[in-house]
């Protein structure tokens, strides 16, 4: 990628979310994702980063057409032999669909990485417009203070993305100018070695942690920490951390005399308050089981047969039914 020129007539600057890619490739196996807590800038880009064939699948969505176990995206990447997480980060998910957008409703637009929001701040100033398009998840300091100046002089900036700056990350052991390594320990964070230092606001963790005490929202105006659709497992457990369920199925019925008994007491519309703590609590298990039914499966005492999951199912009394 080349930068722009101080000639360039365009007014509007996109910022390649770079260091969002390195923190996924998993060129050689590792990435910030299963164990890493660097990622080398020199290294290749592993399949799917730079370039996807067309096909279905191509993109990551759940939604449109139903899909929640992703299968027609998985499917795309296993027969094109590309990395698992590329459906998360990469020049062909979302810079390059927007670029080609904007050539051709008579946009221009320069292009540069994040790392040069780092190590050239003054390659912001002169245009009117800073984009950041798709998943620009990681960011650092310097990038940070040079967007955040470049607003306080009266620039502009859209954010075009989720999870914007959620991660704070540094950019280190520069060669010929530039950093070769991104370090992001992430939920590690105490092995960092700037953890419990003077450096502690330059520490790996996201960037609302208190450690840090620099929101991203500060910046962005907004925060986004978690996708509204996740795997059945993770689901669960949040299920379970929002609403203390616990780790077991639960026996409706039982769960219901408990309530029953937590809602006595309350005056006289007792009654009311437990038909509504019914609707809500079926509502609340279907909903955290609803993803394991299609895996899980109960087997019938009476004719020996297996039968499908389903929440009415489970517990003493309803095999006892």
Known sequence: MVRPTPASTN??????????WHAYNDFGGRNLYNGATQSSF????ERGYLFKPRGAGRRVTTTHPPDHDMNTHVGYLRFNHLSAWAGSAGWPDWEWPFLAWAERNGYGIDVISNADLEEHPSIIDGYRLLLSVGHDEY????????VEGFIARGGNVAFFSGNTSLWQVRLEDPVDGSASVMVGYKGMYKKDPVYETDRMGELTSIWSDHLIGR????MTGVSFTAAATTASANAHQRCRRLHRLPARPLDLRRHRRRLRR????????????????RVHDRRRFARAHRDRRHATELRDPRHGARRPFHPDHVGPAAEAR
Do not use: K
Request: glycine share 8%; net charge positive; proline share 7%.
């Open 42 to 45: 020199q290294r290749p880009m």
């Open 215 to 218: 929101p991203e929202n500060h």
């Open 11 to 20: 007014t509007i600057l996109l910022q390649l979310a770079t260091n969002t």
């Open 139 to 146: 960011w650092s300091g310097p990038m940070r203070d040079t």
């Open 262 to 277: 937590r809602a006595r007491g309350q005056g006289h519309d007792r009654r009311l308050r437990v038909r509504r703590l």
